[in-house]
């Protein structure tokens, strides 16, 4: 006969928790928390909840298992939507993780930004996996020269200057995404480097039932604008090459026909109109219309250059003055004294 284990209250408790907060929250986040202090995550906590702002953290076990049970009594009910939104959110339980709610009103690129502000500096440690690169600058290190084996052991080159050890060139000692090695540790203590800086990092979004990457939030409209400008721009290439007219091809093909217009209207001598009369006259004499753009030029490198000739001259207006009340008063003083003297 097997006994069935009772479920731990702190599980259900968690459980009814997270299923409170996916029922009325419709965004959320799951920061990565490798390397961040428990202090610096209540400290967080505290100054979210102040904008109803929730974090849950918890074993990625659990996690899983309520999410699952969730789809399945959606499933069970024929709300296949949110079964498929409940399963979305499964993509995002990966690692040393935790959610973070945000009410409707807030910004999610805001909360993001808030999050991951707080950052704080830590050496390296061995055998960590370094967060990026690590260059030691070239300089005096403070070291006696009987240290110069360590920095031989590196790969690093030295040279003794005024009884201390000096690297000579900038060495990178750390490569992102490898494992620290002992010595590396070690030297970097040893120059007093501590590297890397380590906070909260937010890896994926949940919004409205959609899972997308952080990185997402980076992009700007200035970015969808180029990038759909490049699109536009191979649809048009790809139209005039098939001759197959569409909207974003029809402005060129436009154009060109306007340009053979143009090549057949410059072989003809009797007919003309007033934008063909514009090019012969700019392909009869193209200087005139450089002299016609040049004088816009001229005339703001004038104002400029004027502009300094006044400037210097309130200058010289300003020493002269300077050279009248006390020079002349100096002289006339030693005139008045000397007068005195005299008398």
Not at 268 to 278: G, I, M, P, Q, V
Not at 299 to 308: K, N, R, S, W
């Amino acid at each position: 006969m097997v006994r069935s284990t009772p479920i731990p209250q702190r599980k259900l408790d968690y459980a009814e928790r997270l299923n409170y907060y996916l029922d009325n929250f419709s965004k959320a986040i799951t920061i990565n928390v490798n390397n961040v202090g428990s202090k610096g995550l209540a400290t967080q906590r505290h100054t979210l909840r102040q904008r109803n702002i929730h974090i849950l953290m918890g074993k990625n076990t659990i996690i899983r298992k309520v999410l699952n049970m969730r789809a399945d009594k959606f499933e069970n009910e024929g709300n296949m939507a949110k079964a498929e939104q409940t399963r979305n959110i499964l993509e995002m339980v990966c690692g040393n993780i935790g959610f973070v709610f945000i009410p409707p009103k807030e910004d999610v690129s805001k909360v993001r930004d808030d999050i991951t502000s707080e950052r704080v500096q830590t050496a390296a440690k061995a055998g960590i996996l370094a967060p990026e690169d690590v260059i030691v600058p070239a300089g005096p290190t403070g070291q006696d020269p009987s240290q110069t084996s360590f920095f031989q052991a590196l790969d690093i080159p030295t040279k003794i200057n005024r009884g201390q050890v000096e690297i000579v060139s900038n060495v990178k000692l750390i490569t992102k995404d490898e494992k620290v090695s002992r010595s590396a540790a070690e030297l970097l203590v040893m120059l007093n480097i501590k590297p890397f800086y380590y906070g909260i990092k937010v890896a994926y979004v949940y919004s409205n039932g959609e899972v997308f990457p952080a990185d997402v939030l980076d992009i700007s409209p200035a970015d969808v604008a180029c990038a759909f400008s490049a699109a536009v721009r191979d649809v048009a290439a790809l139209c005039m090459s098939l001759n197959y007219p569409t909207a974003a091809s029809v402005p060129h093909s436009i154009m060109d026909a306007y340009k053979n217009l143009l090549a057949v209207g410059l072989g003809c001598d009797k007919y003309s109109w007033e934008n063909l009369t514009k090019v012969k006259a700019i392909l009869a004499d193209p200087s005139a219309f450089a002299a016609a753009a040049a004088p816009a030029q001229g005339a703001d490198d004038g104002a400029a250059a004027a502009a300094v000739e006044e400037e210097e001259e309130e200058e010289e207006e300003s020493s002269a003055a300077a050279g009248g009340m006390f020079g002349g008063s100096s002289s006339s003083d030693d005139d008045d004294d000397s007068d005195e003297d005299s008398s």
